[in-house]
């Protein structure tokens, strides 16, 4: 019998890639199931893309954000599997607020729990398909909300294959990120007005990091997102 796949969190960015991957992820769990996951079964891959929510919200309790996130790992802690695969947001690099610092507990609880060698954490940009941030208020046409910036995007639809290529070369920390974009850069291949402002898209990024999206690829994903 062939062992089971389980994602852990339905919310914007687990139900993309579920319904994306229907017959994929057997198992789906949520905060209303969490307590009832078969714990006999050994599971071939975990993917745990919770807890979901907004940073606002987040910050309104952050308490019972950090009480799910250890119901998360708990759980983990008592299952069987051969790989965990952690989709975590970039925000983990914003340790000072509730968001990214509870997030950064949840990598080292993961670190703390499941071998080396079966844990597989993706720190993932803005992804351009869920309804809040840059792409969807540009989608809405709130194009004032942001005057200048520069942002790193990334597809929720290349997520699942690049997770798996970075796993075929054993590479157990990646980034699913773009090469940084500014808000003009953005505005001008939308054929909108710009804004005027100081910031320059310059970056070092790690080159090691192997799923990575070039400039004109990211605005071209921007592009068809936003006007569709």
Avoid at 158 to 172: E, G, L
Wanted: proline letters at 5%; charged letters at 20%.
């Amino acid at each position: 019998m062939n062992e089971p796949n389980m994602i852990i969190g339905t919310g914007e960015i687990g139900s993309f890639l579920i319904n994306q991957h229907p017959t994929y992820f057997k198992h789906q769990v949520n905060s209303s199931n969490i307590n009832s996951v078969d714990k006999s079964i050994k599971y071939n891959e975990i993917w745990v893309v919770a807890p979901s929510g907004s940073k606002e919200v987040v910050a309104s309790n952050p308490k019972k954000d950090l009480f799910n996130i250890k119901a998360i790992a708990q759980l983990i802690h008592k299952l069987r599997y051969r790989k965990v695969i952690l989709i975590t947001p970039n925000d983990c690099y914003d340790a000072v607020k509730p968001y990214g610092r509870n997030r950064l507990y949840l990598e080292d609880l993961l670190v703390g729990y499941v071998n080396h060698y079966r844990l597989f954490i993706f720190r993932l940009a803005m992804p351009i398909e869920i309804k809040r941030g840059l792409p969807y208020d540009y989608q809405q046409q709130h194009f004032e909300k942001y005057t200048e910036g520069v942002f790193q995007f990334y597809s929720l639809g290349m997520v699942f294959t690049a997770v798996h290529r970075s796993i075929s070369h054993d590479i157990h920390f990646d980034y699913l990120s773009s090469e940084p974009v500014g808000v003009n850069e953005i505005l001008r291949m939308l054929h909108k007005p710009t804004f005027t402002s100081s910031v320059k898209t310059i970056y070092n990024f790690p080159k090691e990091f192997t799923e990575f999206i070039s400039k004109e690829e990211i605005l071209k994903l921007l592009q068809n997102y936003i006007e569709s």
